[in-house]
């Protein structure tokens, strides 16, 4: 802890006040001479409570004392400490009192207060400290309204000690100056060795394999009568005293154990864990004490003696005691096998890790398995722990794996009614994936969330805010950087931070990864933080100025760095999604401690267009949360007033009705028309639009003419006239007119062009391509577009699908069943690899069109029927029952009548659409004709006919068409006219396979 920084410093501490109550009361009565004298030994008695438990008085305030722990070093207890300070100081304050009171007539009470949280120290070396934030005063005010004798306690304290204490729960405060009630305990007692209780809930999850190491190790000491020393090393709360507990009770009936823990606090504690041992052994002193000799006995007879008597004649010496605890250890092991823990040896004395490695060495013969157990900071005490030793494993626990995580919280939730109160899968997700494979932050997390809170554990943050403070200077600072950076960083980006000294990072970067703070990232150069909460807890603890500061530096690396991509090197990382989050963050921080910088209106406009773009690419991706996420944070950063707003509200809209949000897509609208009040192009934009998400939610066309007369008052107005012309588009579409459709997309395509803007261009060139498979463009001119967009997606999977399922129905139209098949496989594979559902199901109904038009009818029903199933599970009713008489179809086709016609009948819940409403009555007709219903079928036929005549897609009239010449020539009609149409219709669109059957049904008839 030696080079600390002199900077002010973010961190969390305890805060403690403590006060005289009735001060007044005593100042009237006494003589200001006795009174000084009184309140002189109260500060003494206080001070030395406070000091002896870690803290440092921070000031007088009129009779109160300010005291904070966690300066310079956060420690893990510290609120117990604070809390053991508190109540120690009481109890000295009522000593006083009884002193004084017979003599001087006066009775002396204090109350305190105590809290937890984040605050700025100024100077925090010395005992010179200047603590600035909110948790002091809410300590101060705790002890405002703590009764004589009270000690209170905020939340977070109480969750910090709530092991070691007894607590009563107040009705929650109003405080002054508070706007909340807080909540708070009282203390009752407070007891640092009540511990944990050891009794566990939750069967031990996975750990098998080093549970089975450690049993193998054991038996090789039982085996081969020897001493040796397996070390279980791991991060805080990762199980390894769990670990152990769970070996001990596997361990056979005749072990001897023996167990001892190191505590974090006090003084001259050197031999705890040894006396621990010797409590538990109180029975079967007398042997013991005969077997292990006088000096023996004498040297553990010291050890029983507290820390607070004087000093003997006959106090043992190190080597006595090391001497002595070996004999007990030797003695006991010759009776039966030994198994000595020792847990949390991170905080063990030097003396003590001496003594335990003396036992190692010197024990002979005896089955005496020592299992020391740590957190990875023992190294740094003694960096050659193990070595030279005989018989020595060293074992280290990692994070425990996802599905164990899994298990584990779910084990937890079922322990806890309270929790379940607060089901929801999500939180769920978060504790396990948040919590780094550590089950006590799983645990923590959970706790916490019990209770409704949504932050960090104070319990957590405790923890990990020690162990950072242990770091040095160096190790610090590069740590900080690195939380800056993020989850991985690499040394380039260090020295970025470091105006490019690599002096400052390398020696650091090792001592951390032997720490086990991060650990080396996939890439050369590349690291990563070995748990996010510690991350997490570095940034939180970093001054946000310097953050912010750090971020902007970073945003233009990487926005430079973007630049730097070549053919060569085209590997840079997702610059894009860092600049944002960089710019992102510089500005809230920015904002946060400098509102008034003058340079934060130019870094949000670069956050807003960096979000802006980076969201527009996601669109292009089709990854339609994301994208939505970044265009609504970007249009949150951009001023009021500018004229993006209008195409982004498009986009968002977008985005929204795709993914089936209609009332988001609407709230995109009316957002940009707050943000560009009065702006007559946004107003006309947002109208079109509107109508477009009423037409995609099943409403009627609307009426075109009355837009077509507003958007001519302004015909340079781009935008508004290629939103038109896609409505347009749609409302031809749902009326069957599919030429009229295309040439609208056309019109559309016309004017993004000019305009530059690419998102426009590709949704327009998409719809025109998904088009082209039922509008009267010829096969030859649809394949063209086709190659076009299959260019100019590449490498963007999920947009070549759609692409990939036209061209594979386009050739299988052409009569190139093989090359159909190529293309859907292809299709099929992306859509599965990108698990884009919809457009594997549109991959199985093109499957269902080849296999038809090879004659396997009975492939093809069962794929039209699994796509017409899957559509229906997504809600697409209306496609859904076009499919299912696709199906039926398929069976009429191989022959089966009546089977035909049941499916037929069942297959009609959810609206029709013209497609499947034609094809249904023309297969009426046709199951009518079988039976020699003549005049039902010719009915059916015609009304067929009738209703053909609102479309234009020439397969669909030419399928349409052959069902009634056929029904016509059954009922003793001429069927060549119809014939005729078909034909035309077909060899229009380029539809070979099916113009040939025709042609050579026709020639049949001759
Ligand atoms: N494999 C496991 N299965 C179920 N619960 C576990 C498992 N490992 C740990 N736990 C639980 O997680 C919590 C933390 O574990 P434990 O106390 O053993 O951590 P530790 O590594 O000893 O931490 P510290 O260094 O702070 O002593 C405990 O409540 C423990 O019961
Ligand atoms: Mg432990």
Redesign the pocket.
């Known amino acids: 802890m030696s080079d600390r920084d002199p900077r002010p410093t973010r961190r969390n501490v305890v805060v403690l006040f403590i006060d005289i109550v009735g001060s007044t009361e005593l100042a009237e009565r006494l003589d200001p001479e006795l009174l000084l004298r009184i309140l002189d030994r109260y500060y003494a008695a206080c001070r030395t409570e406070i000091f002896e438990h870690g803290g440092a008085v921070e000031k007088y305030i009129g009779d109160a004392i300010m005291a904070v722990f966690g300066v310079p070093v956060s420690r893990e207890d510290d609120a117990l400490r604070a809390v053991l300070a508190a109540d120690a100081a009481m109890t000295a304050v009522h000593r006083l009192s009884a002193e004084i009171a017979p003599t001087h007539g006066v009775r002396l009470d204090a109350h305190c207060g105590i809290a937890f949280g984040e605050v700025m120290v100024a100077d925090g070396s010395g005992s010179n400290v200047r603590v600035i934030g909110d948790t002091v005063n809410t300590a101060s005010r705790l002890q405002s309204a703590a009764g004589g004798g009270e000690i209170l306690l905020s939340d977070d304290v109480a969750r910090l000690v709530r092991r070691h204490a007894l607590l009563d729960g107040v009705p929650p405060l109003t405080l002054k100056g508070k706007r909340d009630p807080v909540r708070a305990w009282r203390l009752i007692t407070v007891e640092p060795d009540r511990g944990a209780p050891e009794t ?1 809930t ?6 098998t394999e080093e549970l089975q190491q450690l049993t193998r190790f054991h038996d090789r000491v039982v085996r081969g009568r020897q001493c040796c020393m397996a070390t279980l090393l ?1 991060v ?8 152990v507990r769970e070996f001990l009770t596997n361990l056979p009936e005749d072990v001897t154990v023996l167990a001892g823990r190191c505590p974090s606090y006090g003084i001259g504690a050197t031999y705890r864990p040894i006396t621990e041992m010797l409590e538990a052994l109180n029975g079967d002193w007398p042997t013991i004490a005969e077997a292990v000799g006088t000096e023996g006995e004498r040297a553990l007879r010291g050890l029983a003696c507290r820390g607070d008597a004087e000093y003997q004649d006959d106090t043992p010496g190190v080597a006595e005691i090391a001497q002595a605890v070996r004999s007990l250890f030797e003695v006991l092991a010759q009776r039966r096998p030994l198994v000595v823990v020792l ?2 040896l991170q905080w063990a004395e030097p003396t003590l890790l001496d003594l335990i490695e003396d036992c190692s060495a010197w024990l002979a013969d005896v089955p005496v398995l020592l299992v020391c ?1 740590a ?1 990875p900071e023992l190294y740094e005490a003694r960096p050659s722990w193990g070595g030279g030793m005989t018989c020595a494993m060293a074992l280290e ?1 990692g994070p ?1 794996s996802p599905p164990h995580m899994a298990r ?1 919280v779910a084990e937890l939730r079922a322990g806890r009614a309270d929790v379940v109160a607060h089901d929801d899968d999500g939180t769920y997700q978060r504790v396990i994936h948040g919590s780094d494979g550590n ?2 932050f799983a ?1 923590l997390m959970l706790e916490t969330l019990a209770e409704g809170a949504a932050s960090l554990p104070p319990t957590i943050q405790a923890l990990l805010g020690a162990r950072l403070d242990r770091l040095d200077a160096a190790e610090r600072q590069v740590l900080e950087r690195a939380a800056t950076i993020g989850h991985s960083f690499s040394v380039e980006q260090l020295e970025v931070l470091f105006d490019g000294e690599p002096a400052m990072t390398a020696a650091p970067l090792s001592r951390l990864r032997r720490e086990r703070l991060i650990r080396r990232g996939a890439l050369p150069g590349a690291y990563e933080f070995a748990q996010t909460l510690t991350r997490e807890t570095v940034y939180a603890l970093t001054s946000k100025e310097v953050r912010a500061d750090w971020h902007r530096r970073l945003a233009d690396w990487f926005g430079d760095r973007a630049g730097d991509a070549s053919e060569q090197a085209p590997f840079l990382g997702p610059a894009s999604g860092d600049v944002s989050r960089h710019l992102l963050a510089a500005c809230r921080l920015t904002r946060q401690v400098r509102p008034g910088d003058p340079l934060l209106p130019e870094l949000t406009g670069r956050a807003a267009d960096q979000l802006i773009r980076d969201g527009g690419q996601a669109l292009h991706r089709r990854d339609l949360p994301a994208a939505i996420a970044l265009l609504e944070q970007g249009r949150e950063m951009l001023p009021p007033g500018r004229d993006e707003h209008r195409s982004l509200a498009v986009r968002i809209s977008d985005a929204e009705l795709a993914r089936g949000e209609a009332a988001a897509a609407a709230a995109a609208l009316d957002r940009a028309e707050e943000l560009l009040p009065e702006d007559p192009r946004t107003q006309l934009t947002c109208v079109i639009q509107r109508e477009v998400l009423a037409l995609r939610s099943g409403a009627r066309a609307p009426e075109l003419e009355p837009l077509r007369v507003r958007l001519a008052l302004d015909p340079r107005d781009d935008l508004s006239w290629c939103r038109f012309h896609q409505l347009q588009a749609l409302v031809h579409i749902q009326e069957g007119r599919f030429g009229a459709a295309d040439r609208a997309l056309r019109d559309g395509l016309a004017l993004a062009r000019p305009m530059g803007d690419r998102y426009e261009e590709d949704r327009l060139l998409g719809g025109l391509c998904e088009l082209v498979q039922w509008s009267p463009t010829p096969v030859p001119e649809g394949l063209a577009l086709c190659a076009d967009l299959l260019a100019r997606f590449a490498g963007d999977r999920a947009l070549l699908v759609p692409v990939l399922v036209t061209r594979a129905r386009l050739l299988a139209l052409a009569g190139d069943l093989g090359g159909a098949r190529e293309s859907l496989d292809t299709a099929g594979q992306y859509a599965e690899e990108l698990h884009l559902g919809l457009s594997a199901v549109a991959v199985v109904q093109v499957r269902g069109l080849v296999e038809s038009l090879d004659g396997n009818h009975q492939d093809a029903r069962e794929l039209f029927s699994r796509a017409a199933a899957a559509l229906r599970t997504a809600g697409h009713g209306g496609p859904a029952v076009t499919l299912e008489i696709y199906a039926a179809r398929e069976t009429l086709r191989q022959g089966d009548v009546r089977q035909a016609a049941a499916e037929l009948a069942r297959g009609d819940a959810g609206p029709p659409q013209l497609r499947g409403e034609l094809t249904a009555l023309a297969m009426r007709g046709a199951i009518a004709s079988f039976d020699g219903e003549h005049a039902d079928a010719m009915s059916a036929a015609d009304r067929a006919a009738a209703l053909l005549e609102s479309t234009d897609d020439p397969c669909l009239r030419g399928d349409v068409l052959v069902e009634i010449a056929r029904i016509r020539r059954a009922a003793g009609h001429d069927p060549a006219e119809p014939a005729r149409r078909a034909l035309d219709a077909y060899l229009s669109k380029g539809a070979t396979l099916s113009a040939r059957r025709v042609r050579d049904w026709m020639k049949g008839l001759r």
Do not use: A, F, Q
């Open positions: 566990d939750v069967p031990l999850i996975g750990r791991g805080p709360g990762i199980g390894k005293s769990r670990l847990d949390n157990v957190r626990l425990m584990l089950p006590l645990e």
